[in-house]
């Protein structure tokens, strides 16, 4: 099971093909500036916070500095997720990242919003973002990091079937270009929860791209969902797809 996809671990990007049948967006639903703001810096640990920049996404225009950092530290609500091959409105991704993550994987996602605004279609932009990875436009970061993913709530494709489902799945992600699961004895099956609990790597489907995922305990998993319960609220009164089960807005 080391070529196992699990995209609904990692934030940011999912490399198994979606099975539903492509759903083409041409725009995305703004979010609230301070909303989206909140939303993206619940990626990171609370007394991280303070000192993070923080992207936001001007669906007409791409990510702009909505605040500005000092601790090196980058956030975002990630909305395009070029691996599917397809372009929705529904895809939520809240991650940070350090330095050298920012200077690597983050700026895959901001191209991947530019491109998207000149009206760039699905298959040309995966099939754009693909290349810049094969020519070394895109590279793997120069030494190992840390990507934040601990928010309270997430849309993305997920275990068991992949499909684009709202969960709550904090975790972080470590850097580890070119490692496989197989190269840390890691046997990851979809149909087996218990096999995800423990680290794995998620390839993403090239080596530049790969992580070791750690999913937070269940007890750090609830304490999150009830420190971020009011932000959970807010974002499911903002659009229905963000209400986890058995949510109300």
């Known amino acids: 099971m080391n070529k196992v996809r699990i995209f609904a671990l990692v934030v940011a990007l999912a490399t198994a093909p979606a099975q539903a049948a492509a759903v083409q967006a041409t725009s995305l639903t703004p979010m609230p500036e301070t909303l989206e703001v909140r939303y993206a810096l619940s990626a990171l640990p609370a007394a991280l916070r303070d000192a993070a920049t923080v992207h936001v996404l001007d669906p007409a ?37 350090d330095a050298v993550g920012a200077r690597t994987y983050l700026k895959v996602i901001m191209d991947t919003a530019a491109l998207r605004v000149s009206g760039i279609d699905a298959a040309a932009l995966k099939a754009r973002v693909e290349q810049r990875y094969a020519d070394g436009t895109y590279r793997a970061p120069e030494k190992s990091g840390v990507s934040y993913m601990v928010a309270p709530v997430m849309r993305t494709a997920g275990p068991p ?42 390839r993403q489907g090239n080596d530049e791209q790969s992580y070791v995922v750690q999913l937070l305990g269940e007890t750090e998993k609830a304490k999150i969902l009830a420190d971020e319960r009011e932000l959970l609220h807010a974002l499911c009164a903002h659009r229905e797809v963000l209400c986890l089960a058995g949510m109300k807005h």
């Open 61 to 97: 225009t791409g990510y702009r500095v909505a605040r500005r950092g000092t601790s090196g530290l980058e956030c975002l609500v990630q909305r395009t997720a070029w691996e599917h091959g397809e372009l929705r409105d529904d895809i939520y991704i809240p991650l940070c990242y």
């Open 161 to 202: 079937d992949m499909q684009i489902h709202t969960m709550a799945m904090p975790h972080l992600m470590y850097y580890a270009p070119g490692i496989s699961n197989a190269d840390i004895g890691a046997k990851p099956d979809l149909a087996d929860p218990a096999t995800l609990v423990y680290p794995l790597i998620d």
